[in-house]
């Protein structure tokens, strides 16, 4: 039998490392209904207890590609691993929590009652679902809600309940779609610190939202869909490296009239604080060597680096385009 070199026993360490350490790999998921591709060839991976944010315009096909890691939809074609094995949806369905973004409650249940529903579905016992629901209702103030019935709830309310209904068997996968939907921001601040020490104690989860700001904040990984694809995938701060503009935000104590250099143009100023763009071939340095040989002072100076929300609008628009003019060639 050959013996493996270094190199190879190195390759087969990380390789079997990385596979220890995913939870979720999709490799060239597709699922097409009639003409319309849901989800075109869709691969990517998810590490063990981390928050990637799964984004994506209205039709990006983010939904169907939930319902296929939840077993809801089979795919047409491509492999999912969960767990450092095949997908099995009917056993593996009892390690992930989902809560989507179509609220799944009986209106006219007790809460309480429901939660203990819900809890023995996920395998739990009724003295494992008493305690874990008495946890979670004392955790996020919930305790004076067990008689009240859904459909007396508000929205907030509402998405507080399915949070704990989704989580509360200990799932190693969850799935929250839009689930700061309707909280007043306090109640979001609760759910968010949640989701943290969820991750912190193992959990994985997979964050859908519109809401960029919200993905910033929490996310460590995100893949950006539109139009059944893939579009974007990485960390949020490669991601804003790679498309960072080369601008900076400078703040003087005075601006004098008429400032300008070749080192830089600037694109807005607001009282005494300027944004600036380099110009090619110029540093940072030199704009601030500049400056100083101006007399000027400099208060603060901070590159900016594009929102997730500009670089989506961007992309997306981007890739609406392409295909446009697609369809018109093809016409």
């Known amino acids: 039998m050959a013996l493996l070199t270094s190199q190879e026993n190195k390759h087969t360490f990380e390789n079997n490392l990385w596979l220890m350490n995913t939870l979720l790999e999709l490799s060239h998921l597709k699922k097409h209904y009639a003409t319309q591709k849901a989800v075109d060839d869709i691969s990517f991976s998810i590490e063990k207890g ?39 949806p009917a056993n593996d369905i009892i390690k992930i929590g989902y809560m989507p973004e179509e609220r799944g409650l009986y209106k006219k249940m007790k809460i309480g009652e429901q939660a203990l529903y819900l809890a023995q579905l996920k395998g739990l016992s009724r003295s494992e679902a008493m305690d874990k629901i008495r946890f979670w209702f004392k955790r996020l103030e919930m305790e004076t809600w067990w008689n009240k019935k859904v459909e007396d709830l508000s929205k907030g309310m509402s998405q507080k309940l399915q949070f704990v209904t989704t989580v509360l068997h200990e799932p190693k996968l969850i799935i929250l779609d839009e689930p700061f939907s309707g909280l007043d921001p306090v ?23 519109h809401r960029m700001e919200q ?44 400032l300008s250099a070749t080192s830089f143009e600037i694109t807005e100023q607001k009282a005494n604080r300027l944004t600036v763009k380099i110009r090619d071939g110029y540093r940072s340095n030199d704009v601030l060597q500049y400056l100083l040989q101006q007399n000027l002072t400099i208060e603060a100076f901070h590159e900016v680096l594009p929102s997730l929300n500009e670089i989506f609008i961007n992309l997306v628009e981007g890739t609406r385009a392409t295909s446009r003019a697609f369809q018109t060639v093809q016409s």
């Open 50 to 88: 981390s928050i990637f944010g799964l984004l994506g315009p209205n039709g990006a096909g983010k939904t169907t590609l939930l319902r296929m890691i939840t077993g809801i939809f089979y795919p047409d074609s491509g492999h999912i691993r969960f767990d450092g094995k095949d997908f099995d």
């Open 187 to 209: 109640n979001a601040n609760l759910i968010k610190d949640e989701i943290y020490s969820l991750a912190q104690r193992g959990s994985t989860l997979i964050f859908s939202t």
């Open 215 to 258: 993905v910033e904040e929490i996310c460590d990984h995100i893949v950006l869909m539109n139009l059944g694809k893939k579009i974007l995938d990485g960390t949020v701060s490669d991601i804003k490296q790679t498309f960072k503009e080369n601008k900076f935000a400078i703040q003087l104590a005075e601006v004098p009239a008429g």
